[in-house]
């Protein structure tokens, strides 16, 4: 996001919350989406999705933990999260952070490691079970506490309680979108070296069949909706909560349009609608192009969110 970051440079203000905080929301934010369809795979399909959950089950950790890293960075002074463990403040946001963060690695790592163990026998098992709905509790909490965190600081821009549900549903969907595109990347590797067209069906037992189309295009209805309340709902929010809007608007409304609502919601709900209304499947390079569309939509939206919440409100 280098146009953004330099209309930033070039504004009035320091932004005291740089790019790498936007960094660990929005890859905090994929992984988290990534270990929640993952585990939803394993609960109900157990071992027939053991390809797919055992590679999401890896990938979730590391990319929480590239979050944390980018963070880390920004506060320079990366032993002060020790601090955090420390010295505990029950009624700071930022002090649950640095415990749900860690657990959720902690908890991701030891159920990779269980599945990379046992294999297809982990399914079976009670230990797997509750280390899975254990992790998805704490993923759903990491994705919640990205948008609370800045929800709690009261700031015109953040204070609005759609603000932690809109970055839970965008973390979902973004990360959804990651394992649907891995998982077509793996079966394109191992089926017909490349030469079939991916079907995205992730997971099916007798019983049932998953498709991706059908859960992504719900999640992209279901952000934009989010995103059209956010809106209307600023108007009876205040004075600066307007301003904070115009705000943003002023600043960032062409990459708010272009990357976050067209690129971001338009283009994958029409790919996603369509696939869906016509009972199609994504092939391979579809798959793709959605998963990239909302990759771009997702950061610039969390991107865009985080920098004009620290805009001053002029009169004010």
Request: charge should be positive; aromatic fraction near 14%.
């Amino acid at each position: 996001m280098y146009l953004i970051d330099k209309e930033v440079k070039e504004m009035d203000f320091h932004a005291y919350w740089d790019y790498r905080v936007a960094l660990d929301l929005f890859l905090g934010g994929v992984g988290i989406g990534v270990f929640l369809l993952a585990a939803y795979f394993s609960l109900v399909f157990k071992e027939k999705s053991f390809k797919v959950t055992r590679l999401g089950f890896i990938i979730a950790p590391v990319l929480v933990g590239l979050g944390v890293f980018a963070l880390l960075t920004e506060l320079g002074k990366p032993f002060r999260m020790l601090s955090t463990f420390i010295n505990v403040n029950p009624t700071s946001v930022t002090s649950w952070g640095g415990f749900l963060q860690t657990i959720f690695i902690l908890l991701s790592f030891v159920i990779f490691l269980v599945v990379w163990k046992y294999k297809q026998n982990a399914y079976q098992m009670s230990l797997f079970k509750g280390l899975v709905i254990a992790g998805s509790v704490f993923a759903l909490a990491v994705g919640i506490y990205h948008g609370l965190l800045l929800m709690s600081l009261g700031v015109a821009g953040w204070a609005n309680g759609l603000i932690p549900v809109m970055f839970l549903v965008s973390s979902i969907l973004s990360g959804s979108s990651v394992l649907m595109v891995v998982e077509a990347v793996f079966m394109r590797s191992i089926i017909g070296r490349g030469k079939e067209v991916y079907s995205e069906t992730a997971a099916s037992s007798d019983a049932q069949v998953f498709t991706y189309s059908k859960l992504l295009v719900s999640l992209v209805g279901i952000q934009a909706l989010l995103i059209l309340t956010w809106r209307i709902s600023l108007n009876s929010a205040g004075t600066e909560a307007i301003i904070a809007y115009q705000n943003l608007i002023s600043h960032f409304g062409v990459y708010w349009w272009i990357l976050v609502v067209a690129i971001g919601l338009v283009i994958p709900l029409t790919i996603a609608g369509y696939s869906t209304l016509k009972k199609i499947k994504m092939n391979f390079y579809t798959a793709m192009i959605f998963t990239a569309v909302v990759l771009i939509g997702s950061y610039a939206f969390k991107h865009i969110i985080l920098y004009s919440g620290q805009i001053p409100l002029a009169g004010l």
